[in-house]
């Protein structure tokens, strides 16, 4: 069974600093591409930031380049989201996705609320 359980999102003033992390099991990382995702109130889902399985390339929604940074620890099979410099436009709940040739999962979320 796939599950993808986000943790570390909550309340930061303008300018602060959070990480999320997606715990994942039942698929090996090494094999599956990984991705943020976030859903801003009254708005559609966005893309963040994702991470090739094959050769790490990585690319960013023009929103949080500079600002955010995708990683991962295959040996924890854990994907992490560092957010710097966070704006108010930030605030959403924000998903974990990893998805390849034999599926595509998705986590419950986590809310980010960037606000003074």
């Given at each position: 069974?796939?599950?993808?359980?986000e943790s570390g999102g909550g309340l930061v003033?303008?300018?602060?600093?959070l990480r999320l992390s997606c715990a994942v099991s039942g698929v090996n990382?090494?094999?599956?591409?990984?991705g943020w995702f976030r859903r801003a109130p009254g708005k559609g889902r966005e893309g963040v930031a994702c991470m090739s399985s094959s050769d790490?390339?990585?690319?960013y929604a023009d929103s949080v380049k500079g600002r955010f940074t995708i990683s991962r620890t295959n040996?924890?099979?854990?994907?992490?989201?560092?957010?710097?410099?966070l704006k108010p436009e930030d605030t959403a709940v924000y998903y974990c996705r990893s998805y390849g040739m034999y599926g595509d999962y998705w986590?419950?979320?986590?809310?980010?609320t960037v606000s003074s």
């Open positions: 069974q796939v599950q993808l359980v003033q303008p300018g602060g600093s990382l090494d094999y599956w591409a990984i790490g390339s990585i690319a040996a924890l099979n854990t994907v992490y989201l560092q957010m710097n410099s986590g419950k979320g986590t809310l980010v």
